[in-house]
């Protein structure tokens, strides 16, 4: 049906960076990074918070105000940065589980900002472009490194995303 | 892993706080743009008498019920009901009991009754189609008197047999490869006898020889999927040679078209890419002679590693 029909959403945008604790919020999360125990741990840390990003990108978007929302796409590009190298960091034996597992969080996150591309402000969701860039961008490169019968195991998550893309973009040309 | 635990348990204990005032109102999982509500009438779940169940979906972020929901199988919304220990199954839909109205359209309001077969701890899991997007909604909750260890570790008898008989009906289950590798597509087949004698008067169910709803048997990675004609094994191959159309879009637009019997029996192939290793529950749905009769299966599925057989002998035409 829909390879992505049960996947968890973007969660509650919290504080965004057009609130003055937002700097308090992310020197927070500066610290949970540091002191995470294994790059496992800090892998997922990392994840967790590109999540948040995403959502507080939505959310100003949502709000009309994405020009607030630069410092939380530079975030959101920082933590797969930082994520795609936890990753090719990991040990021989877990690393193409944990290549996988990347590349699926990578669609999952495309997916997400093309659905609910639909649903945002039509003169301000342009934003959204640009994240999808970063996690098509880190989505080629993780990839790139799986062997083929696994990148072919990916092919339906593929369509499922493009097909979502050129839907939201098909709106705007539609002027939706 | 442990945040289902937690939204069972949250299930739960709503549910109990809940049994003694008004009707509990559970939200479906994940959350995401769409809500899905589930309210049960009598509030008190008791096995072995009727419940009825409303769902109600709205947009989450403005609550304005969904409008516009793409019939997929003849149905609006897809409701699969398991006992946790997989000891029961139904797919169940308003439409099976009552025709949607204009004011349940609109409403997003979708009701029907069921009997719950025994106490126990349940899942429900829809399926709606809005927008040319499927989406997946679950409840956990438990029905009697359950014991707290029993919520969080159903136990699940193993039956790894190949040859099911219910009813006066007899069901094998052959795979292709032999073994079910994760992440690899496997060819399911299920070949029905009655009375052994083979079937050849399978009729359409909800537009398809068989309705296949899994499940990881710790609960997680449903999957529903449906026989494997070769109108699909054409659209697969032009999928395959990015043909220029989308995937999602064609199985959909198939999906929601009238059906036609491909295989009136005894043998229906389905195919299934199974994500994980581990075992998982199958429950095949089919209406041999016209009657719906559910055939339970449990298949293992490994991680591929050399050397293990991957290659599908189908029994599709054309594929």
Same mark, same amino acid.
């Given at each position: 049906m829909n390879s992505f029909a049960g996947i968890?959403w973007?969660?509650?945008?919290?504080? /965004?960076?057009? !609130?003055?604790?937002?700097?308090?919020?992310?020197?927070?999360?500066?610290?949970?990074?540091?002191?995470?125990?294994?790059?496992?741990?800090?892998?997922?840390?990392?994840?967790? =918070?590109?999540?948040?990003?995403?959502?507080?990108?939505?959310?100003?978007?949502?709000?009309?105000?994405?020009?607030?929302?630069?410092?939380?796409?530079?975030?959101?590009?920082?933590?797969?940065?930082?994520?795609?190298?936890?990753?090719?960091?990991?040990?021989?034996?877990?690393?193409?589980?944990?290549?996988?597992? =990347?590349? /699926?969080?990578?669609?999952?996150?495309?997916y997400i900002?093309s659905t609910d591309?639909l649903d945002?402000?039509?003169?301000?969701?342009?934003?959204?472009?640009?994240?999808?860039?970063?996690?098509?961008?880190?989505?080629?490169?993780?990839?790139? +490194?799986?062997?083929?019968? /696994?990148? !072919?195991?990916? =092919?339906f998550k593929?369509e499922e995303v493009?097909w979502s893309?050129e839907q939201a +973009?098909?709106? !705007?040309? +539609?002027?939706? | 892993?442990?945040?289902?635990?937690? *939204?069972?348990?949250? $299930?739960? %204990?709503?549910?109990?706080?809940?049994?003694?005032?008004?009707?509990?109102?559970?939200?479906g999982?994940p959350?995401g743009p769409y809500q899905l509500? @589930?309210?049960?009438?009598?509030?008190?779940?008791?096995? #072995?008498?009727?419940?009825? @169940?409303?769902f109600r979906l709205t947009h989450a972020?403005?609550?304005a019920a969904v409008q516009n929901l793409q019939v997929i199988h003849e149905r609006a919304l897809h409701t699969f *009901?398991?006992?946790?220990?997989?000891?029961?199954?139904?797919h169940l839909h308003h439409e099976?009991?009552?025709?949607l109205?204009?004011?349940d359209l609109?409403?997003g309001r979708f009701?029907?009754?069921?009997?719950?077969?025994?106490? $126990?701890?349940?899942?429900i899991v829809n399926e709606f189609t809005h927008r040319d997007r499927t989406w997946l909604k679950q409840?956990?909750?438990?029905? $009697?008197?359950?014991?707290?260890?029993?919520?969080?570790?159903?136990?699940?008898?193993?039956?790894?047999?190949?040859?099911?008989?219910? &009813?006066?009906?007899?069901?094998?289950?052959?795979?292709?490869?032999?073994?079910? *590798?994760?992440?690899?597509?496997?060819?399911?087949? %299920?070949?029905?006898?009655?009375?052994?004698?083979?079937?050849?008067?399978?009729?359409?169910?909800l537009g398809a020889?068989?309705h296949?709803a899994?499940?990881?048997?710790?609960?997680?990675?449903f999957g529903h999927t449906h026989?494997?004609?070769?109108?699909m &094994?054409?659209m697969? #191959?032009?999928?395959?040679?990015?043909?220029?159309?989308h995937s999602a879009a064609m199985m959909l637009k198939m999906m929601s078209a009238p059906a036609?019997?491909?295989?009136?029996?005894? #043998?229906?192939? *389905? #195919?299934?890419?199974?994500?994980?290793?581990? %075992?998982?529950? @199958?429950? %095949?749905?089919?209406?041999?002679?016209?009657?719906?009769?559910?055939?339970?299966?449990?298949?293992?599925?490994?991680?591929?590693?050399?050397?293990?057989?991957?290659?599908?002998?189908?029994?599709?035409?054309? &594929?």
């Amino acid at each position: 049906m829909n390879s992505f029909a049960g996947i968890e959403w973007l969660p509650p945008a919290g504080i /965004t960076p057009a !609130d003055r604790s937002y700097r308090v919020a992310r020197w927070w999360e500066e610290i949970q990074l540091a002191l995470a125990a294994t790059p496992a741990e800090k892998l997922s840390l990392s994840l967790s =918070f590109a999540r948040e990003r995403l959502a507080e990108i939505e959310d100003l978007i949502r709000a009309g105000n994405s020009p607030a929302a630069h410092p939380a796409i530079a975030g959101y590009a920082s933590h797969l940065a930082q994520a795609s190298t936890l990753v090719a960091s990991v040990i021989a034996v877990e690393h193409e589980a944990q290549l996988l597992s =990347f590349a /699926t969080v990578l669609l999952e996150h495309q997916y997400i900002v093309s659905t609910d591309y639909l649903d945002l402000p039509r003169e301000s969701r342009g934003a959204l472009s640009e994240i999808m860039k970063i996690a098509a961008q880190h989505y080629s490169a993780t990839r790139a +490194q799986l062997p083929r019968r /696994t990148q !072919d195991s990916l =092919f339906f998550k593929e369509e499922e995303v493009r097909w979502s893309w050129e839907q939201a +973009q098909g709106a !705007d040309a +539609q002027g939706l | 892993m442990r945040r289902y635990r937690a *939204i069972l348990l949250l $299930g739960v %204990l709503g549910l109990a706080g809940c049994s003694e005032g008004a009707a509990p109102v559970l939200e479906g999982r994940p959350l995401g743009p769409y809500q899905l509500t @589930l309210e049960f009438v009598p509030a008190t779940l008791a096995p #072995r008498g009727q419940t009825q @169940l409303t769902f109600r979906l709205t947009h989450a972020a403005t609550g304005a019920a969904v409008q516009n929901l793409q019939v997929i199988h003849e149905r609006a919304l897809h409701t699969f *009901i398991i006992a946790r220990d997989f000891s029961s199954f139904a797919h169940l839909h308003h439409e099976d009991f009552a025709p949607l109205t204009a004011h349940d359209l609109d409403a997003g309001r979708f009701t029907f009754p069921y009997t719950f077969p025994h106490a $126990g701890q349940y899942r429900i899991v829809n399926e709606f189609t809005h927008r040319d997007r499927t989406w997946l909604k679950q409840f956990d909750f438990s029905v $009697g008197e359950v014991a707290a260890s029993a919520v969080v570790n159903p136990v699940v008898k193993i039956d790894l047999a190949r040859e099911k008989t219910v &009813a006066d009906y007899q069901a094998t289950l052959a795979l292709s490869p032999p073994v079910a *590798i994760a992440g690899y597509e496997t060819e399911l087949i %299920l070949d029905l006898t009655h009375e052994h004698q083979p079937v050849t008067d399978l009729q359409l169910l909800l537009g398809a020889e068989v309705h296949v709803a899994l499940w990881r048997i710790d609960g997680e990675h449903f999957g529903h999927t449906h026989s494997y004609t070769p109108q699909m &094994a054409a659209m697969m #191959r032009a999928m395959a040679g990015h043909s220029g159309t989308h995937s999602a879009a064609m199985m959909l637009k198939m999906m929601s078209a009238p059906a036609k019997l491909v295989y009136p029996g005894p #043998r229906i192939p *389905i #195919r299934y890419t199974f994500p994980t290793p581990g %075992l998982y529950q @199958l429950f %095949l749905q089919c209406a041999p002679g016209g009657v719906t009769t559910v055939f339970p299966f449990m298949v293992e599925v490994v991680a591929y590693r050399a050397g293990l057989d991957t290659v599908i002998n189908t029994i599709v035409p054309d &594929a």
